[in-house]
DNA sequence: CTCGTGCATGGGGAA
DNA sequence: TCCCCATGCACGAGG
């Protein structure tokens, strides 16, 4: 204070140690009242901008408009005039009489806005002002000042209902009262303060009883005018009794205490202010009975922006234009793949849970009535986890609500309260992409569908009004408010999760079966690869493993040859093109080199639609065909790493002898198309006919080969071991052997995991694990040896392929079938993971070399 | 084996 | 450095 009398001279009143306590600002100044003449000062200035009174309606002096102190409103469009009173901002420029300080906005605007100090003071800087008149359209908001129910004093949460008192001071001469200490709460840390933080609102209302502190629990200041609802009996109110734990105020986390948390889950001001607000906010928090919140720590209640709830200014406009009610968006959360799962379960940022939801002390929590934006009350339970020392909030039960949404990962659910009432209601918001919305784009989707919603003009009939509860309108209001565009979208999702940042058609790229990525996979454009030759055959090294290409499509010329086919990405018109080109992933009709005719999108396409469609729909067919030849090969489109290798055996070559796409070439990988005579394509994997008894191709010859030496190696270790039972008597020989075995068997299962994928692969796709060490076969040995023995013997293998029409295996076939099956299942077991590159690699016919020399990052292409 | 439940873990954002 | 929170995982119940 720079004073020690009033600075305002109408008052001049002395300043006694009452008035000389403050409130912390969000500037981390100081604001003190002076009690006879209400004035408040910041730090020994006088601001008459802090002279107002309690939060509530005020008429501007100008329009004759009402302005709801402390609402969102009022922080960017209340002008405290000189001679007393507020006036629309819009008003008070106007008329050129806004020679006082406006009422500062903050931070980042609306959203800093919620339950934040109502005002900021003369040193706000320059910057924070331009944040929000980037954010927010004051004129726009301005149409907020329209008629408003004047009664609605107790709609500020209880917080801001103290920050605002505390802000504006109090009317004048008003007497104050304590309703704190009538409740049996007390402040001990600034009993003097709080009279000036609980003004009494109105005669009529001397005090607060419970209920109008449940009515004063923290409200963002987005208070918007919907219509006159005068509460539900079926409502749950959100803080209905407010103390769930049915612990009394005294003993629980009362809703002062709300209150209190819902000041402090906003963010942090920035310390503009010449003091820190730590050092001034110790022992001077204006509100009373602060109990400790379920866990402590710093900033730990703050809430995040991405939880802001983003309602544009169209929103408040329209929202604010025919109805009274008040509705509160509370927050909202992207929806993550937890979320929407089938598990059912919503985490809630804590903070937002804790300042929204019902105090809960038990774990168990409480059942949370929340109605849809189709009115349909959904009843979710609102529980927590301990988690560390801290909680974990979680709604259970939301699947069925999630569902009739038609929510996904990434989608925005909107939790909102309808006041009076405290209805909690919950909205959402697709995360659709832009380019499937209306012509006019998500934003006038949004507008024409509140518009809808509010029953103006040119609109169709309200969706999803409630019939039932007689909220119907809010409920649509919510509905509406989870229609942000796909602006707002995009940063939502950005905010938290990287991974949700993905773009849509990146994502679509990733849904791909097995075949498909096989499809889409090239060689390395810009690498060359280097030429090995392993036993007579060619091998291709990559030192960069594949990209994705552009899908073709495959077909049969009259002629008998084949053809493929491949779409331009900017007029969607197929070309033609030989049959081993590889196309990147972007292709033009200018790229067409081979076919100079066509080399334009202006070029008409060489068949007919007929012709093409006949074309695509051998594709198809194929696909239907296969996936009902093969329900046990195919149920799942995205077979998962060994799954799909196993899978590729049984199909084998089927698929490349149609011509589905560039994967129907063969099976193998991208480089190989009809007419490749490298070992992959001539020998396929599984045989399917080709493979005669007399087969001396180079997998019959292995497989014949590894069977022998494995038969032979099962009996030697099979005398072994009689002869190791023989010497039982010998207890010290006995445990020699028992630790020879122990050695033997974990040097097994390391020598069978590094050699399963080799062969699986092998089997999978008729390649030779030609990195296999020889020496490594001595370690198969009885573990694979009997297992393919018995494999053997059950033909799992020809049973399936029966069921699916393909021919039946000869002996040898068998064997071969069996070790893929066995190797499918055991792979299966070893490999219910996440694929990573490398397997997926391999799982697509790219086999990662270096088997024995775990350093070597080539990719090798057979 | 599936599903539900409760807790643990660790990445990453905020302070 | 703290701690939120998305997700994994163990465990038990039930089919």
């Avoid at 103006?456 to 809010?474: C, I, K």
């Avoid at 049984?650 to 490349?656: E, S």
């Avoid at 020809?798 to 076939?813: F, M, T, V």
Wanted: proline share 7%; charged share 25%.
């Amino acid at each position: 204070m720079g004073s020690e009398n009033c600075m305002n001279s109408s008052c001049g009143a002395a300043i006694t140690h009452e008035w000389k306590q403050g409130w912390p600002l969000r500037s981390g100044g100081f604001a003190h009242l002076c009690h006879p003449c209400g004035s408040a000062y910041e730090d020994g200035i006088f601001c008459k901008t802090f002279h107002l009174g309690e939060s509530g309606w005020r008429e501007c002096r100008l329009c004759g408009n009402y302005l709801h102190c402390g609402c969102i409103a009022s922080k960017y469009l209340l002008d405290f005039l000189d001679y007393g009173g507020v006036a629309c901002i819009s008003c008070a420029k106007s008329s050129q009489l806004h020679s006082v300080k406006r009422i500062q906005t903050h931070g980042d605007g609306i959203s800093e806005g919620f339950g934040e100090v109502p005002m900021n003071n003369a040193r706000s800087n320059a910057t924070e002002g331009k944040a929000v008149s980037d954010r927010v359209d004051e004129t726009t908001l301005a149409q907020l000042c329209k008629p408003m129910e004047a009664n609605e004093c107790n709609l500020l949460p209880q917080s801001q209902r103290g920050d605002a008192n505390a802000s504006f001071g109090q009317h004048r001469g008003e007497e104050v009262i304590c309703p704190i200490e009538k409740l049996g709460c007390s402040n001990a840390m600034q009993p003097n303060v709080q009279p000036a933080n609980f003004a009494k609102i109105d005669n009529a209302r001397p005090t607060l009883d419970i209920r109008d502190i449940h009515d004063l629990l923290p409200q963002p200041y987005l208070s918007m005018s919907l219509g006159g609802t005068s509460g539900n009996p079926n409502i749950l109110l959100p803080f209905s009794g407010g103390l769930p734990d049915g612990k009394e105020p005294s003993k629980t986390r009362s809703t002062f205490q709300e209150a209190q948390q819902s000041r402090r889950i906003l963010p942090k001001p920035s310390k503009n202010g010449p003091t820190a607000n730590s050092e001034l906010n110790k022992g001077m928090v204006p509100h009373a009975h602060i109990t400790r919140p379920p866990v402590e720590g710093r900033g730990k209640n703050h809430l995040l922006p991405r939880y802001w709830p983003r309602i544009t200014d169209q929103e408040l406009q329209k929202l604010s234009g025919d109805l009274k009610s008040t509705i509160v968006p509370l927050f909202e959360k992207v929806l993550s793949a937890s979320d929407a799962g089938r598990i059912g379960r919503l985490v809630l940022p804590k903070a937002c849970a804790e300042a929204y939801f019902p105090p809960i002390s038990q774990s168990e929590g409480l059942p949370l009535r929340i109605q849809d934006v189709n009115g349909k009350e959904w009843t979710f339970q609102f529980r927590f986890w301990p988690n560390n020392n801290s909680r974990m909030y979680v709604l259970e039960g939301v699947t069925p609500c999630i569902q009739s949404m038609e929510l996904r990962a990434g989608d925005t659910v909107i939790f909102s309260r309808i006041d009076p009432g405290g209805k909690l209601v919950m909205g959402f918001r697709k995360a659709t992409d832009s380019d499937t919305q209306t012509p006019k784009g998500g934003k006038d989707l949004h507008v024409n569908a509140l518009s809808k919603h509010l029953g103006l003009p040119n609109e169709n009939v309200s969706q999803g009004r409630d019939e039932n509860h007689g909220n119907g309108a809010n409920g649509n209001l919510v509905q509406q408010l989870t229609l942000n565009g796909e602006k707002k979208r995009t940063r939502n999702i950005g905010f938290k999760s990287k991974r949700l940042l993905m773009h849509s058609v990146d994502a679509l790229e990733l849904r791909l079966t097995w075949e498909e990525a096989q499809d889409l996979l090239r060689p390395p454009p810009s690498v060359r690869p280097s030429i090995v030759t392993i036993e007579d055959h060619e091998f291709e090294e990559y030192d960069e493993p594949p990209v994705f290409g552009k899908r073709t499509i495959f077909g049969a010329r009259p002629s008998g040859g084949q053809e493929q086919w491949a779409q331009c990405d900017d007029c969607s018109k197929w070309r033609s093109l030989p049959i081993d080109v590889l196309l990147p992933p972007k292709w033009k009709c200018s790229d067409n080199v081979w076919d100079l005719s066509r080399c334009a999108c202006s070029a008409p396409e060489e068949i007919s639609p007929k012709e093409l469609e006949n074309i695509l729909k051998v594709g198809t067919d194929l696909k239907k065909a296969k996936v009902v030849e093969s329900p046990k090969l195919a149920p799942k489109p995205e077979p998962s790493g060994l799954d799909a290798l196993a899978s590729a055996a049984v199909l084998g070559d089927k698929m490349g002898n149609v011509g589905e796409s560039s994967v129907a070439a063969t099976t193998k990988h991208p480089r190989h198309r009809p007419g490749c005579t490298c070992i992959v394509c001539i020998q396929p994997p599984s045989g399917k006919g080709k493979h005669k008894s007399t087969c001396t191709c180079n997998v019959c010859l292995t497989v014949k080969r590894r069977f022998k030496t494995l038969m032979l190696r099962k009996k030697k270790h099979q005398s072994e071991r009689e002869a190791e039972i023989s010497q039982k008597d010998n207890k010290k020989q006995m445990d020699e052997t028992e630790v020879k075995d122990t050695r033997n068997d974990h040097s097994e299962n390391e020598a069978s995991q590094s050699r399963i994928e080799g062969e699986v692969a092998e089997a999978i796709t008729g390649q030779i694990d030609l990195n296999c060490h020889p020496s490594r076969e001595d370690v198969q040995l009885e573990e694979e040896g009997s297992n393919m023995t018995s494999l053997v013997a059950i033909t799992p293998v020809e049973k399936h392929i029966k069921q699916n029409g393909i021919a039946s295996l000869n002996s040898e076939q068998h064997q071969e079938g069996s070790l893929g099956s066995h190797l499918q299942s055991k792979a299966n077991r070893e490999n219910e993971r996440p694929l990573s590159d490398e397997e997926f690699l391999a799982s697509v016919g790219w086999q990662r070399e270096g088997h024995e020399e775990p350093t070597t990052e080539r990719y090798c292409l057979q």
